[in-house]
């Protein structure tokens, strides 16, 4: 049992490029979500999914698309990486009911936009 | 939207003493609320949770929390510090209904030897 998984550790971008974080989880967690960590900021929603092609809009969704195919993997994507995006990245899932379970986390993504 | 306020980014206290930290939160429906710890360079872990029973909340390595609704608070406690409570500490809120959480800014403890 791995719990939640994030790949890569480590990420250095250019302005512009585009890539994609990797989440996968294998506790059959319903709800999964993406978090970004940032001094001084704690950490802030960006997307969230409550289960397979249903995602929605956290409290800072802009740069960032997702996707859920599958119960397991919610991938995040950068389409054009800018240098406001430089932050540490978190992925973490729950059960999906009810909504005060614990929230297990991911090691995260430090991610570098230059 | 909900926010949670956490009072002091840093705290120092000497190793044996009490441990406070505090957070408040926005809001005129009791939301459920959250501790996580997070130790260097590792993700976030649950500490404890309040969801409307009991309104003191034991959680890990000793820790526990308060719910005043009459001063919207959510304090944790720890009655004698050890060095390994060094980490940043994270008050955190979601709504009854619907999926957003939100975070506090965070308290780094220093534990003073």
């Known amino acids: 049992n791995a719990g939640v998984t994030q790949t890569p550790k480590f990420q250095v971008l250019k302005t512009g490029q585009s890539m994609t974080l990797q989440c996968a989880q294998d506790?059959?967690?319903?709800?999964m979500s993406w978090y970004r960590q940032d001094p001084g900021m704690g950490l802030r929603l960006i997307h969230y999914?409550?289960?397979?092609?249903?995602?929605d809009q956290g409290e800072v969704p802009n740069g960032y698309n997702v996707s859920r195919s599958t119960t397991e993997d919610f991938p995040l994507r950068l389409l054009s990486a800018a240098p406001s995006q430089t932050s540490v990245y978190f992925c973490?899932?729950?059960?999906?009911?009810?909504?005060?379970?614990?929230?297990?986390f991911g090691p995260g993504t430090r991610l570098t936009v230059l | 939207a909900q926010s949670v306020t956490q009072l002091g980014s840093h705290v120092s206290v000497s190793e044996g003493a009490l441990v406070l930290l505090r957070c408040n939160y926005s809001s005129s429906v009791p939301p459920y609320l959250f501790w996580y710890v997070q130790y260097p360079n590792q993700g976030l872990q649950l500490l404890l949770k309040?969801?409307?029973?009991?309104?003191l909340v034991k959680g890990i390595n000793g820790f526990e929390a308060e719910f005043k609704k009459s001063e919207t608070s959510f304090h944790l406690t720890k009655p004698s510090a050890h060095m390994s409570d060094a980490a940043e500490y994270f008050c955190?809120?979601?709504?009854?209904?619907?999926?957003?959480?939100?975070f506090g800014t965070g308290t780094s403890l220093t534990v003073i030897p």
């Open positions: 973490a899932s729950r059960e999906g009911q009810p909504i005060y379970n614990e929230q297990f």
């Open positions: 309040y969801t409307s029973a009991a309104t």
């Open positions: 955190a809120v979601s709504e009854v209904t619907g999926n957003q959480f939100y």
């Open positions: 506790m059959n967690h319903e709800y």
């Open positions: 999914s409550v289960g397979a092609g249903i995602t």
